[in-house]
Antibody, heavy 119, light 107 residues
Framework: QVQLVQSGAEVKKPGASVKVSCKAS????????ISWVRQAPGQGLEWMGW????????NYAQKFQGRVTMTTDTSTTTAYMELRRLRSDDTAVYYC????????????WGQGTMVTVSS | EIVMTQSPATLSASPGERATLSCRAS??????LAWYQQKPGQAPRLLIY???TRATGIPARFSGSGSGTEFTLTISSLQSEDFAVYYC?????????FGPGTKVDIK
């Protein structure tokens, strides 16, 4: 079946980096892009950006420009999101989601990866 | 950027009742709007896209309507599994922001 499976929970210190993976299966990987969305504890959904798995074009939310890098590996059908210079307010669940383009609805979601930033 | 607002913040209702959730955009998003459902501890699930098209496997009791700046998600008869948080999201303009959500809880 179509699914996105994300890597496990992470605990990081302020200033460190985290890289979350999102393994896709059950569909043609390069036919859909991947968006990343995060959710701080008890808060709403925040769109971080989108990457084309076809041509690796990216589209990042202004808030994360310079701190986030989204990549893909078509050989393993895996997308990655790296966030650098972590702060305590980056503590959140990070989701990947399938989307044809940055302007398409997210029809399949990963299970989420909890990232905790604490000294 | 287009700001999305949702009302009410919390809707208390009983099973079997009709629920009407509103989403408003700060400028027109045409019909480029989606609705998601999120239950505690779970990832969001796509319910509606294109303002009114149900996603695969979504029951017919969920319906979406509206265009431009005003949108509505209607649950015709609440089931126990429908008590959750509902988010709208616009796709007409970058960035594709979410609304703050409406929590539907049991009265």
């Amino acid at each position: 079946q179509v699914q996105l499976v994300q890597s496990g929970a992470e605990v990081k210190k302020p200033g460190a980096s985290v890289k979350v993976s999102c393994k896709a299966s059950g569909y043609i990987f390069t036919s859909y892009g991947i968006s990343w969305v995060r959710q701080a504890p008890g808060q709403g959904l925040e769109w971080m950006g989108w990457i084309s798995t076809y041509n690796v074009n990216t589209n990042y939310a202004q808030k994360f420009q310079g701190r986030v890098t989204m990549t893909t590996d078509t050989s393993t059908t895996t997308a990655y999101m790296e966030l650098r210079r972590l702060r305590s307010d980056d503590t959140a669940v990070y989701y990947c989601a399938r989307a044809g383009g940055w302007d398409d609805a997210f029809d399949i979601w990963g299970q989420g990866t909890m990232v905790t930033v604490s000294s | 950027e287009i700001v999305m607002t949702q009302s009410p913040a919390t809707l208390s209702a009983s099973p079997g009742e009709r629920a009407t959730l509103s989403c408003r955009a700060s400028q027109s998003v045409s019909s480029n709007l989606a609705w998601y459902q999120q239950k505690p501890g779970q990832a969001p699930r796509l319910l509606i896209y294109g303002a009114s098209t149900r996603a695969t496997g979504i029951p017919a009791r969920f319906s979406g309507s509206g265009s431009g700046t005003e949108f509505t998600l209607t649950i015709s008869s609440l089931q126990s599994e429908d008590f959750a948080v509902y988010y709208c999201q616009q796709f007409n303009d970058w960035p594709p922001l979410f609304g703050p959500g409406t929590k539907v809880d049991i009265k």
